[in-house]
Each structure stands twice: as C-alpha cells, then as structure tokens.
C-alpha cells in the first residue's frame, strides 16, 4: 500500500445510500476485492455523494457503518488496499468546485445517472447535479489509474476524462492522470426485484447481509412473466436466471437455463434455487460480519488509518491544482 509505488492505482468508492445489494456486490464489490492484490488499491466510502439522497443524520453514520463491516467481511484486507471515508479527505470538495469552474452544464445535462434518477422521482437538486463532478474529483485527487465499477457508471469516469482534460487545457498543465473504467468480466447492469436496475434509490434491491424471511421476501418478490409452468420461458429474459447465473456455479446455471427453456420448471422453483444459491454463497462473509461487529474499534482504526494515507496523497494533489489555477498551494489554515 506504499504511496510511491509505481504500480497503477486502483481506487473505487460506493455510497453508504442504503444497504449494500447483489448489484453493487457483481458490478463493483468483487472486483475491488480481487484488484487489491494488482496494484495501489484505495476504496472508500462515498458519504459526501449520500447526501443527495439520504439527510438523516443518524441513519447516514449506521449506513456508513454497515458499508465498512460489509467491504471488510467480503474480504477487503486493510493490509493490502487503503480503505476510507470519503468526508474525512474534505479536499475532494475543494477539487470539486475547481473542476466545476471548468466543467460544462451540457456535460453533466447529458449525464444518464443524474437523468435516470430524476426520471425516477429523486428531487433534482444542485449537489445531485454536480454528482460527477465530485466523483470526478475522487478519482483525480488520488491520481487514480484504473477505476473498477459497474456498467452504470462508466459515463461517469468519461466525465473525469473530459474534465481532466478541460483542467489541463484551461490551465496549459498536466495535474492529473487519464483514468480509464474497467468492469468486471462479462458484466451487466444486475437487474432489480422489479426488472429495473438494481438501486438503493429503487428499494427493489436484493441485501447482501439479509438473511432468514427479509431475504426470502426480497427472493420470492422478483417480479416474472406469467408464463404457466409447464410453458418454456426464455431465461436471459428472466430476473431470477440474471441474478441466479452470477450467484451460482457455471454449471448450476446452465442448467437451470435449460430447464426454462423446457418448460415444466416455474419460476417458484427458480426463486427457491436462487435463495438456496444466495445463502450459500455469502455464508463465510456473514460469519466474518458478526464477528466484526463486535470489534468497532478495529473497524474505526482501518478507516481511520486508511483516511491518513488518503489525505496526504489528496493534499499533494490538490495543492498542486490550486497552484495551477492561481491560488496559493495551501490554504493559510493548513501552514
Ligand atoms: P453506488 O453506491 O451507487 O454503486 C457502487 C458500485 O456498485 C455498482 N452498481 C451496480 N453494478 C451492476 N448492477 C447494478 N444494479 C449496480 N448498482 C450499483 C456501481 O456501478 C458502482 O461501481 N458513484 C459511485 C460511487 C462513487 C465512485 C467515486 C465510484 C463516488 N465516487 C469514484 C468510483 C470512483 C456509485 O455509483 O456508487
């Protein structure tokens, strides 16, 4: 985790907006577990974006709570990755208003996140607005080379691209690095309980730390077709095979694919593979929760620790944007 190594960094952020679901853990979560062995790793949580959805002081601090005994039990290792809250590096929101300034509205006008939440009854406020505008700074504060995420935010780290270069051009230097996406291999948007993407903002998510009858009523909530069972139903067009082909075996889920597709297999049946499916597969991570809980100690330490490394790599950056835009390198408060 040497902040001057010159292996590609790595950073990725999710927001503490709700409890963490099966499309944040197959679009995103995976994957940083598994890049924090290939590179300079830093994750963090996003809790200045939770604000434009959640202002509720007290659920925001269990939310941000939940998001960090949830990274950790899914395998995140503090020795390998720098793990942090987002608002304790508060340079990132001095970034953003730099990158504002150079940042067109027809940019952040065409974003399809802002649009589809807006579509989708979220109040469209400023910060809402300037959402990537912040997640551009995220990654550009730390100089971030890869940025693993789902398909759903991919236009945002295009975004970063355009505003890094607008930066650069408007100023004639180079502060920043070229970030590029990546997504996880052969990914998709992992759809919802109700066939839209699986959202927080949608309450039609699938938890990944539910367990018993909320789990169930999530499973068996999944909207269908209403093919009879005997009928053949086509299974990509089907929620329960989408979600089920990431949560199983290859093999489970070729044949549950040709079991659809037969027909005299229901989608009750479907949902009951899926369930069984889901609490195999995420059995070792809720033993590794419980077990931190009672540690909050330990989990303040990692984000603690994480946010001193973080920070001093945002300052360096940061103080070297201000000196381009003309502003002294620091501000007076921090000499
Ligand atoms: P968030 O919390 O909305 O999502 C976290 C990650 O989960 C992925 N994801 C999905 N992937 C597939 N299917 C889905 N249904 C699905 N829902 C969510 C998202 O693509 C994301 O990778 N804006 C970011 C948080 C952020 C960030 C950053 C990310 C803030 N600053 C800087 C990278 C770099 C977000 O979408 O969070």
């Known amino acids: 985790m040497s902040q001057t190594s010159d292996r590609r960094r790595i950073l990725s952020g999710v927001q503490p907006s709700g409890k963490l679901h099966l499309g944040n853990y197959y679009g995103a979560i995976a994957n940083h577990v598994a890049l924090q062995d290939q590179g300079d790793a830093y994750y963090f949580i996003a809790d200045y974006h939770a604000l434009t959805t959640v202002q509720d002081r007290e659920r925001l601090a269990e939310l941000v709570r939940d998001v960090a005994l949830d990274y950790l039990a899914l395998g995140l290792d503090p020795a390998k990755a720098t793990f942090f809250r987002q608002s304790d590096v508060p340079e990132v929101t001095e970034l953003t208003w730099l990158l504002a300034t150079v940042t067109g509205t027809g940019l952040l006008q065409r974003g399809h996140s802002y649009k589809d939440k807006v579509a989708n009854g979220i109040t469209p406020r400023a910060g809402l607005f300037l959402y990537p505008v912040l997640m551009a700074s995220d990654i550009l504060a730390y100089l971030s080379d890869v940025v693993p995420v789902g398909k759903d935010q991919v236009q945002h780290i295009e975004m970063t691209q355009d505003m890094a270069q607008s930066f650069h051009e408007a100023y004639g230097c180079e502060v920043f690095r070229r970030p590029e996406a990546l997504m996880a291999e052969g990914a998709a948007v992992v759809p919802g309980t109700d066939g839209r993407k699986m959202s927080k903002s949608y309450s039609n998510t699938i938890q990944i730390f539910a367990e018993g009858k909320p789990l169930k009523t999530s499973v068996m909530g999944i909207v269908t077709d209403s093919l009879g069972v005997d009928e053949p139903k086509d299974p990509e067009a ?62 303040e330490d990692v984000l603690r620790a994480g946010a001193t490394a973080a920070r001093s790599v945002a300052r360096e950056v940061v103080g070297r944007a201000r000196e381009a835009v003309g502003l002294a390198r620091a501000s007076v408060t921090d000499t």
């Open 238 to 299: 089907c929620a329960v095979y989408q979600i089920y082909k990431l949560v199983a075996s290859p093999e489970a889920a070729a044949e549950m694919a040709t079991r659809l597709a037969a027909g005299g297999y229901g989608y009750g049946e479907a949902k009951k593979a899926l369930l069984a499916a889901v609490n195999e597969a995420f059995a070792p991570a809720r033993e590794r929760r419980r077990a931190l809980i009672s540690d909050p100690d330990y989990v």
